[in-house]
């Protein structure tokens, strides 16, 4: 089951459309359940079912849930998301992508109804706890269609949540992720291991923009990893402070 997040309640409300129909273009299958919860500037929130379908400047996937208002910059909104796709589509594997602009460290989710909240690391934090204590596990892959969000304070965040992470540490376009070509590879090996599926991600990503964008990047991380590199940091950054004119000169170069 992909869960898709889809906070678009401000000026990337546009691309919120694009994305719906890059989903249709390949859809939920019997083995692959794809779900969205949209919130837009005009009207209430939605949670749809992304079906296949043909129209390419239309989201035809039915609506299976309307919602009042959504604040997405409060953690309960993505609790109740992730909750609910849970609940009624079961599966062996989660997928959790977050749709937004980003700001590293400093959150995402923006909300211009709700005079601009966004999700902080620390709230971002607790929404994952109370999802994955709901589960039972972490989740196998949490995505961020999202600016900037590629930061070791992000993943640290994160880390105890899921096993998986994709993120960028540059901008991304407007035009977001291909997820027709990751849907694709998703739906022909839904069995095949999680890091394959971050890998498809990274790598249509990388297709799509060759010829779109001039700076660009798309990474799959191994979450379990995070405390090494969190760990050799903080090893550096003790021996730079401890002698910090025999190496200053050395780092500047």
Do not use: K
């Not at 999802?131 to 070791?152: N, Y």
């Not at 394959?196 to 249509?204: E, I, R």
């Amino acid at each position: 089951t992909v869960m898709v997040y889809i906070a678009a309640d401000n000026d990337l409300e546009r691309y919120a459309a694009f994305d719906l129909n890059e989903m249709e273009r390949v859809g939920s299958t019997t083995a692959v359940n794809v779900v969205a919860q949209v919130d837009g500037l005009e009207g209430d929130g939605r949670r749809l079912f992304v079906t296949r379908d043909s129209a390419a400047f239309e989201v035809t996937s039915p609506v299976v849930e309307m919602l009042d208002e959504i604040n997405t910059g409060e953690p309960s909104a993505l609790v109740d998301f992730a909750a609910w796709a849970i609940r009624n589509y079961p599966a062996e594997r989660y997928a959790l992508v977050l749709w937004d602009h980003g700001g590293g460290w400093q959150g995402l989710a923006y909300d211009a109804t709700a005079q601009h909240d966004s999700l902080s690391m620390a709230e971002l934090g607790g929404a994952l706890a109370l999802i994955t204590r709901g589960l039972g596990r972490p989740l196998d892959l949490i995505g961020f269609d999202a600016c900037l969000m590629g930061q070791l304070e992000v993943f640290g965040a994160i880390a105890p949540y899921g096993r998986y992470a994709v993120a960028s540490e540059e901008l991304i376009p407007g035009n977001g992720w291909d997820y027709q070509g990751v849907l694709r590879f998703l739906n022909a090996d839904p069995s095949g291991d999680v890091p394959a599926v971050g890998q498809a991600a990274v790598d249509s990503f990388m297709r799509f923009y060759s010829r779109r964008a001039a700076l660009y990047s798309l990474s799959v991380i191994d979450l379990a990893r995070v405390g090494d590199v969190t760990r050799a940091l903080s090893r550096f950054a003790g021996a730079v402070s401890a002698n910090p004119a025999a190496v200053a000169e050395i780092i500047g170069d």
